[in-house]
């Protein structure tokens, strides 16, 4: 009960703070450049990204983290509402939520319309902001 709606809480804070109204394109300095050293490029972070939130099966979360072991980015899932950081060890910085009421009333059962769309929103100064902190811890 407690990993189920802190957890909620958790990564739902997160999630409304990655988003913004005039959010959406690429990111820029220090998130752009660990994207590309541990993605390639961030067409190909996006294309993986999209990919895991699109096959979460049933509810849960597709995630960018810090993996402070290794220093690098990765993209990790979790189901329901499993906090990244307490089930994987990674500092959650960007989160797609793919429980079914972030999207139904817009994309129905849409999930990857609602993935590509989510894009045009993202708020890359606060992924950035939490990068920033996650590399201090």
């Not at 290794?70 to 499993?82: E, F």
């Not at 939520?97 to 769309?117: F, G, I, M, S």
Request: hydrophobic letters at 40%; charged letters at 20%.
């Amino acid at each position: 009960m407690l990993r189920f709606n802190g957890g909620g809480h958790i990564n739902h804070t997160i999630f409304w703070q990655n988003l913004s109204p005039k959010g959406g394109g690429e990111p820029e300095g220090d998130l752009l450049n660990e994207i590309k050293e541990s993605f390639q490029s961030f067409d190909k972070f996006k294309t993986q990204m999209s990919a895991a939130a699109a096959g979460v099966q049933g509810s849960g979360w597709a995630w960018l983290g810090y993996d402070p072991k290794t220093q690098k980015l990765r993209v990790q899932t979790c189901p329901n509402q499993d906090p990244l950081l307490a089930t994987t060890g990674l500092v959650p910085l960007f989160g797609i939520d793919v429980w079914e009421h972030a999207y139904y009333l817009q994309y129905k059962n849409v999930r990857p319309d609602y993935v590509t769309a989510i894009w045009n929103v993202a708020n890359w100064k606060d992924v950035e902001d939490r990068l920033r902190a996650a590399k201090a811890l």
